[in-house]
């Protein structure tokens, strides 16, 4: 998936339907009655376009609203960027409950105060903080909740070197601290802070391995794969994910877990467009799937499913240019969502509007675009989901006069 506003940008749309024209940057600038040096600095990039010129051009070309609706696009987007993310995260956050349920989990601070015995009873409360963060992240996005695992993960760590415990309770310690970690890291990289999403996952992976928690081990190499396949690197997403299928073959055979490392290769190959190679990783998850009998020891893998297989083989469809398999799939895996997964599914309407432009349904891409909208209007800040529908709203914005582009794009912007 693209990230920002891609090749669909205002400057781009404008040069286009000037070029169409057969006009010059000169004539433009003189039926629009807009300076032409700044003009120029527009449709390279150089400037944001403003009100007045995106009104100015949009009745020179007769461009029937098309630039008037992409200079909006542009400037939600920019925007965004511009706002310092913890603020725009912080401000989102503290208006929705979920809040109040973070604020209830404790964190570092508290830590001081417990300087002392240490007993199974503190790993538990850690426990419940991490999978209540957890089930937020599904529910809500990223948001600032990294911030509340990352201090949880560092009550854990303060608990390991000021308390008194016996070796059962330390290492009951260090298993909740890695996972509190490996919570903070997918939280941060749904937030968009991918350093501290990578830091958080290293960190993780070292105590696993300090540990032999195979658990944790699996997990932190899938999300480095993850990380990788978002950040552009099939590669060594595929070395994370061969990694972690190496240590799955030492768990159980009838976990859920040693499907992740499968679908993580799948998407890397179609990436890097080995279709072969994906659809067999594919098929290998899928029959791993239908092995396990849920005994895995931490709900993490709780989101490996018939339906994220689905999304998983539609992303890879995607990618490859197998747009009409890419749709059925994604229709199917939404159908499969639970309200329990609103940043996934909103995600996923995102991704089958994406693939009804590539298919040219683009009446059924903004129906998925507003569908995605009806998800991620509630409580969901998901800096993933934000980013890939701003992106999709700049490849629907040309089409604005068509109604349910027109009608999406107005709840779009006035929702941003």
């Known amino acids: 998936m693209g990230s920002g506003m891609g090749d669909e940008s205002f400057g781009s749309i404008l040069r286009r339907?000037?070029?169409?024209?057969?006009?010059?940057?000169?004539?433009?600038?003189?039926?629009?009655h807009i300076d032409f040096t700044y003009l120029s600095k527009v449709e390279?990039?150089?400037?944001?376009?403003?009100?007045?010129?995106?009104?100015?051009?949009?009745?020179?070309l007769a461009a029937d609203g098309v630039l008037i609706a992409m200079a909006q696009v542009q400037r939600v987007a920019s925007g965004q960027r511009a706002v310092p993310l913890d603020t725009v995260r912080r401000r989102a956050f503290i208006a929705?409950?979920?809040?109040?349920?973070?604020?209830?989990l404790g964190g570092a601070k508290d830590a001081t105060k417990?300087?002392?015995?240490?007993?199974?009873?503190?790993?538990?409360?850690?426990e419940r903080a991490v999978d209540r963060l957890r089930t937020l992240g599904h529910q809500?996005?990223?948001?600032?909740?990294?911030?509340?695992?990352?201090?949880?993960?560092?009550?854990?760590?303060?608990?390991?070197?000021?308390?008194q415990y016996t070796e059962e309770v330390e290492q009951l310690l260090l298993g909740v601290t890695s996972r509190a970690q490996m919570c903070a890291g997918w939280l941060a990289f749904d937030t968009g802070r991918q350093d501290a999403a990578r830091s958080s996952y290293n960190e993780a992976l070292s105590l696993a391995r300090q540990t032999a928690n195979a658990s944790v081990e699996i997990h932190a190499l899938a999300n480095l794969?993850?990380?990788?396949?978002?950040?552009?690197?099939?590669?060594?997403?595929?070395?994370?994910?061969?990694?972690?299928?190496?240590?799955?073959?030492?768990?159980?055979?009838?976990?859920?877990?040693?499907?992740?490392?499968?679908?993580?290769?799948?998407?890397?190959?179609?990436l890097e467009g080995n279709r072969s190679a994906s659809a067999k990783a594919i098929t290998a998850a899928r029959t791993k799937l239908d092995a396990a009998k849920g005994d895995d020891e931490d709900s993490w893998v709780n989101f490996v499913s018939p339906g994220e297989l689905n999304n998983i083989e539609a992303a890879?469809?995607?990618?490859?240019?197998?747009?009409?398999?890419?749709?059925?799939?994604?229709?199917?895996?939404?159908?499969?969502?639970?309200?329990?997964?609103?940043?996934?599914?909103?995600?996923?309407?995102?991704?089958?509007?994406?693939?009804?432009?590539?298919?040219n349904?683009?009446?059924?891409?903004?129906?998925?675009?507003?569908?995605?909208?009806?998800?991620?209007?509630?409580?969901?800040?998901?800096?993933?989901?934000?980013?890939?529908?701003?992106?999709?709203?700049?490849?629907?914005?040309?089409?604005?006069?068509?109604?349910?582009?027109?009608?999406?794009?107005?709840?779009?912007?006035?929702?941003?």
């Open 140 to 163: 809500h996005g990223g948001a600032n909740l990294w911030e509340a695992a990352t201090g949880v993960a560092s009550e854990g760590f303060y608990l390991l070197e000021q308390g």
């Open 96 to 104: 929705s409950g979920a809040a109040t349920a973070v604020a209830s």
């Open 225 to 270: 794969a993850h990380q990788s396949l978002f950040l552009g690197m099939p590669r060594q997403a595929l070395r994370y994910a061969e990694a972690a299928r190496r240590v799955a073959l030492t768990f159980s055979p009838n976990s859920k877990m040693s499907v992740v490392p499968f679908i993580r290769e799948a998407t890397a190959y179609a």
């Open 114 to 126: 417990r300087v002392g015995r240490v007993g199974v009873s503190d790993v538990h409360r850690l």
């Open 316 to 359: 890879t469809k995607m990618r490859l240019g197998d747009n009409r398999q890419a749709e059925a799939l994604w229709v199917r895996a939404i159908g499969q969502h639970s309200t329990g997964y609103l940043r996934n599914r909103a995600i996923s309407w995102i991704r089958l509007g994406v693939t009804r432009l590539d298919l």
């Open 17 to 32: 339907m000037r070029l169409e024209r057969e006009w010059s940057l000169r004539q433009l600038s003189m039926a629009a």
């Open 44 to 60: 390279n990039g150089l400037r944001e376009p403003t009100d007045t010129l995106a009104n100015s051009v949009d009745i020179a």
């Open 361 to 416: 349904e683009v009446e059924g891409a903004a129906l998925a675009a507003d569908e995605a909208l009806n998800d991620l209007s509630g409580e969901v800040e998901s800096y993933v989901a934000t980013t890939e529908l701003n992106g999709l709203a700049a490849r629907l914005a040309p089409h604005a006069p068509i109604p349910e582009v027109g009608a999406f794009m107005t709840r779009y912007l006035t929702q941003a």
